[in-house]
């Protein structure tokens, strides 16, 4: 056991870390010359923000997997598994369920009402002013917590790379991420980022795919083997049953509910998902992309599964909690193990692009709902020509790159995976509600979205702020203070019935009526597609 | 109507009342309810029940059932599987129940509206 878990001498890293850079940069050039070649074109708003609508769905929906199989699906699954064993296969299951929600009840819908932004389709029937702010409010919030997670990636990954602990040298690294994003969004719009994740899906894809293969056939192809070598490196025969993390309290077997119900329902709540049904030409188109888009992000979480133990049994849960960046370095530190320096360098190259691609995904998705929703709509109330419109988004994203620098910094060291269940639960709570209710509730109302918008977001948010994320923990974001009263660290059992209340009593307790003739616009519409917004040509 | 950004022309003036009450729309409402919403209840209670068993019934689910493989294991690949079938099963019945009889809803909405040369024609449907 012990010589197996030397077998990854992680000092050994800092002597490769040249390779590893060459590989990373070498991927950096070739996809910026892509997004300049791609953004000749960004002449519209909505070229800017929704490529022009001209992408087909398999090309959408192997873009939908490359912003969906984020840094916390790479690195923070494979890490889960690998520490905590089966509980961290929640993760897999829960990010994968969740697709069904949004095939079966939002996507198709929402590509036939809306334009460009979720609130395009939140506030179609109802009042545009207070459900258009408070749309925006919330993806902002949602794309926030997202970046952190995807911050903290990138801090643990190139820490890994470059041997990096000190607080001061991660903070670097995270600034300079921050900057090549801001690059990319600014230079190529939807257009060029749909591109990168188009890319950067296939590359992560076989990567794990390769890695997945390697692992399974040093067992001789059976996974029953995989998980006893798993059992004997941890020591623990636990690792192949559930509750390993969350069995041990009460308490912590509800936080297990939460994440569950988080996780299956915050997918389809997503803004930066969810804009990216606008990118299709049609409804049916919309649809290929998301089954386009399960099949492959079913496939990458079975590989998870494989990698996840491959890590715990070659690498081994001590080695990885120990090694700098901690529990988001087992897939790198497996990479290391399986092909030495050159896969590392492939691999944490293709995390690392992983993590620049759902950063500008997440980042244009927050600048267009800036710009769309409050800018164009509200303080300017529709006056604002497209090319305002643009430049405010690109200045928008300036501040929100600024933001997640900061924000990554401070959430250095967590898991990703768990960071981002956290962006699900707030998703969940702020959004979900509202879109299901709009969509298929016909006497639904202004105030009961309102409610529930806020209700939920603000339920959520309180809630982290006083869970053991914040404070009171060894991983904690401020370890010296413990104001820890909400003993869940993910809120969403709690926030997402309640923003479900309340957007009911909002609904039956107003006492206005919504447009008939609206509603009927968007029953019809949202069904069969009428005047819905067609491709771009050029 | 106050919502210009939603309101692109081809739609502008159809009386989506009077389109709505149709027995060609609620047909297709119905189809398409009567599919999406039992199966999301049921993918959804097949999902949390796995989540319960995995929570509070740790006994079962580390019941080992063919080598190191066990209960736990099964139904979580088990979960893809339903993920996978669920959506084929979507696309196959969209395919044939829905999008048809939305495309003539669809037809019969634009043509009313345009003539033959993409002009619209104002108000006919008023």
């Known amino acids: 056991m012990i010589g197996i878990a030397t077998a990854v001498d992680v000092a050994a890293l800092k002597d490769t870390t040249l390779l590893n850079m060459g590989v990373f940069g070498l991927f950096v050039a070739v996809t910026m010359v892509i997004v300049f070649r791609a953004s000749r074109n960004n002449k519209t708003a909505a070229d800017y923000y929704a490529a022009g609508r001209s ?5 959408n929906g192997t873009a939908i997997a490359g912003d969906y199989l984020s840094a916390a699906s790479f690195l923070g699954i494979t890490g889960a598994i690998a520490i905590n064993g089966y509980d961290g296969f929640m993760y897999s299951i829960g990010f994968l369920v969740a697709w069904l929600v949004a095939l079966l009840l939002v996507a198709e819908l929402l590509r036939n009402t809306g334009k460009f932004t979720m609130a395009d389709v939140l506030s179609f029937r109802l009042r545009q002013r207070p459900v258009r702010i408070a749309a925006a409010i919330s993806t902002l919030v949602v794309c926030f917590f997202y970046l952190l997670a995807q911050m903290a990636g990138a801090g643990s990954l190139v820490s890994l790379l470059l041997g990096i602990s000190d607080w001061g040298g991660q903070a670097l690294v995270i600034i300079v991420v921050g900057g090549l994003m801001i690059m990319y969004v600014l230079i190529g719009g939807m257009k060029g980022t749909t591109w990168v994740q188009i890319i950067k899906a296939v590359l992560l894809i076989a990567g794990a795919a390769v890695m997945t293969l390697w692992v399974l056939a040093i067992y001789g192809f059976n996974l029953s083997s995989l998980l006893g070598a798993a059992v004997e490196t941890a020591n623990n025969p636990a690792v192949l049953n559930p509750g390993l993390q969350y069995g041990k309290t009460e308490t912590s077997k509800l936080d297990f509910m939460s994440l569950g119900l988080a996780l299956v329902l915050g997918t389809a709540a997503l803004p930066h998902v969810l804009m990216r049904f606008y990118t299709v030409p049609t409804a049916k188109e919309a649809r290929k992309s998301v089954v386009w888009a399960i099949w492959l992000i079913g496939l990458f979480y079975l590989f998870t599964l494989v990698l996840g133990y491959g890590a715990a049994a070659l690498v081994g849960p001590e080695t990885i909690r120990t090694a700098p960046g901690g529990v988001n370095a087992a897939a790198p530190l497996l990479a290391f193990y399986l092909g030495g320096p050159l896969l590392l360098g492939f691999i944490s190259a293709v995390a690392f692009a992983t993590i620049l691609a759902v950063v500008a995904g997440l980042t244009i998705t927050a600048a267009a709902s800036f710009a769309h929703d409050i800018y164009a709509s509200v303080i300017s109330k529709g006056k604002a020509d497209a090319d305002t419109e643009v430049k405010v988004a690109r200045r928008t994203v300036v501040v929100i790159g600024i933001l997640a620098i900061l924000g990554g ?7 990703v995976a768990f ?4 962006a699900f639960a707030v998703a969940a709570s702020a959004n979900l509600p509202t879109i299901v209710y709009s969509l298929f509730w016909r006497k639904f109302t202004t105030q009961g979205a309102v409610w529930s918008m806020y209700g939920g977001l603000g339920a959520a948010i309180v809630l982290i702020i006083f869970s053991p994320v914040v404070s009171g923990g060894a991983t904690s974001m401020i370890k010296d203070a413990n104001f820890a009263i909400f003993p869940l660290s993910n809120p969403g059992i709690v926030s997402i019935p309640l923003a479900f209340f309340l957007g009911w009593l909002g609904t039956v307790l107003d006492k206005r009526r919504e447009d008939t003739a609206k509603q009927a616009e968007m ?3 949202s069904l069969t597609g009428v005047g819905a917004e067609k491709a771009v040509n050029h | 109507m ?4 939603h309101t692109p022309d081809a739609a502008a003036s159809v009386d989506f009342e009077q389109v709505q009450s149709t027995e060609q729309f609620q047909e297709l409402r119905k189809r398409h309810r009567s599919f999406v919403f039992p199966m999301a209840i049921a993918f959804l209670l097949w999902y949390f029940a796995y989540v319960l068993l995995a929570d509070y019934a740790v006994g079962f689910m580390s019941t080992k059932v063919w080598g190191n493989i066990n209960v736990g294991l099964i139904l979580g690949l088990l979960q893809f599987v339903s993920t996978f ?4 099963w979507y696309v196959s019945y969209s395919n044939r129940r829905l999008d048809p009889i939305a495309a003539e809803i669809r037809d019969e909405i634009e043509g009313h509206e ?11 449907n008023k």
């Open chain 2, 85 to 88: 079938a669920i959506t084929s």
């Open chain 1, 419 to 422: 960071l981002v269940a956290l």
């Open chain 2, 2 to 5: 106050g919502n210009d950004a």
């Open chain 2, 114 to 124: 345009f003539d033959k040369d993409g002009n619209r024609v104002g108000g006919v």
């Open chain 1, 523 to 525: 029953e019809v519409r």
């Open chain 1, 55 to 59: 992408f087909t769905g398999s090309q």
């Open chain 1, 409 to 415: 910094i401070l959430a250095n060291g967590q898991n």
